[in-house]
C-alpha cells in the first residue's frame, strides 16, 4: 500500500503541514495550553518536521520530533538540518518518564499501528498537567468505520478515529479531556482544495493509492461514516496515591 504522505501528491496542496487548515490549530493549541518558551515539546509523527521548525522559531520552544518514516526523516534533515528528529514511533516514544510539557499528534494517531499503546507511551512522557493536542480525523457515523477500514489507501482516513472510544481510551489513562471541538470546515476545505489541484477526487485517489483502491468505494465509504477533523486537547492528571493496607 502507498504511503500517501512519503510523496509530494498532497505536499502540493497544503503545503510542510501536510493536514487540513495548516499551522492554524498548532497555532491556537500553543496560545490555548500557554506553553512558555523553552517548554519540551514532542511531535508524534512529525513528518518532514514542519511544526517542529514551526514550534522552535515561532515560539522558542524546545520541540523535538520522532516519526518512523526513514524517507520522511531525509527530506525533513534536508531542509531543516538542525533540526532534532530521530527515528521512533508512538508506540514506543524514546523518551524517559515525564519529560515533556506537551504533546503533539497531528494527523498522526489514526495511522498507527496500536493507538491504545501510543497513548500509553504519552502519558508515560508528559509531565504532571503537560498537555496532549490531538488533531485528526473522526468518523462522525461510527456505523461507517467497517466500510473505511477495508478501503485500500495509506492514509488517516482509512483509521478514522471513533470520538467516544478515544476519549475512553484518554480517561482510562489518566488523560482528562479538557478541549473538544469539530474543524470540519477545515477537511472540507482542503477536499475542494484537491480537486481544484487534480480535477477531481476520484483522480486523486487514483493517483495516490494502489490500484485495488476503487475511488467512488472511497467517495461512498466517505460519506457513510461522515468523516470530519477534530481538536482534542487532554491534561495529564496526577498519579492516585495508593491507600495504605494495615500491616499484619
Known amino acids: 500500500m502507498k504511503n500517501l504522505y512519503e510523496n509530494d501528491l498532497l505536499y502540493r496542496t497544503t ?4 493536514r487540513p487548515g495548516g499551522f492554524e490549530l498548532t497555532d491556537w493549541a500553543v496560545e490555548h495550553c500557554r506553553f512558555q518558551a523553552g517548554d519540551r515539546i514532542l511531535d508524534v509523527g512529525c513528518g518532514r518536521g514542519a511544526t517542529v521548525n514551526r514550534l522552535r522559531s515561532h515560539y ?3 520541540a523535538y520530533g520522532i516519526d518512523p518514516s526513514a524517507t520522511l526523516l531525509t527530506l525533513g534533515q534536508e531542509t531543516y538540518p538542525d533540526l532534532p ?5 508512538g508506540e514506543d516514544i524514546p523518551f524517559t518518564n515525564s519529560c515533556f510539557d506537551g504533546v503533539f499528534v497531528e494527523c498522526s494517531l489514526s495511522l498507527m499501528t496500536d493507538p491504545d499503546q501510543a497513548l500509553s507511551e504519552i502519558r508515560r512522557v508528559l509531565k504532571v498537567k503537560g498537555k496532549l493536542i490531538i488533531h485528526d480525523v473522526y468518523a462522525r457515523n ?7 477500514r477495508e478501503l485500500n489507501i495509506g492514509t488517516c482516513i482509512r483509521n478514522a478515529l471513533v470520538k467516544e472510544d478515544l476519549e475512553h481510551g484518554l480517561e482510562s489513562k ?4 479538557i478541549h473538544w471541538q469539530d ?3 477545515l477537511l472540507n476545505r482542503l477536499m475542494m482544495e484537491l480537486i481544484m489541484t487534480h480535477g ?14 476503487d475511488p467512488n468505494r472511497v ?3 466517505l460519506k457513510k461514516a461522515k468523516v470530519g477533523y477534530f481538536q482534542l486537547i487532554a491534561e495529564k492528571e496526577a498519579e492516585k496515591e495508593a491507600e495504605h493496607c494495615p500491616v499484619r
Not at 85 to 89: F, N, Q, V, Y
Open 15 to 18: 503545503g510542510p503541514a501536510l
Open 60 to 62: 522558542h520552544l524546545e
Open 85 to 89: 528528529l530521530s527515528k521512533g514511533r
Open 142 to 148: 461510527p456505523q461507517g468505520t467497517p466500510d473505511l
Open 174 to 177: 489518566g488523560l482528562r479531556t
Open 183 to 185: 474543524h470540519s470546515p
Open 200 to 213: 477531481s477526487m476520484s483522480a486523486f485517489w487514483l493517483k495516490s493509492t494502489d490500484c485495488s483502491a
Open 219 to 221: 467517495q461512498a465509504a
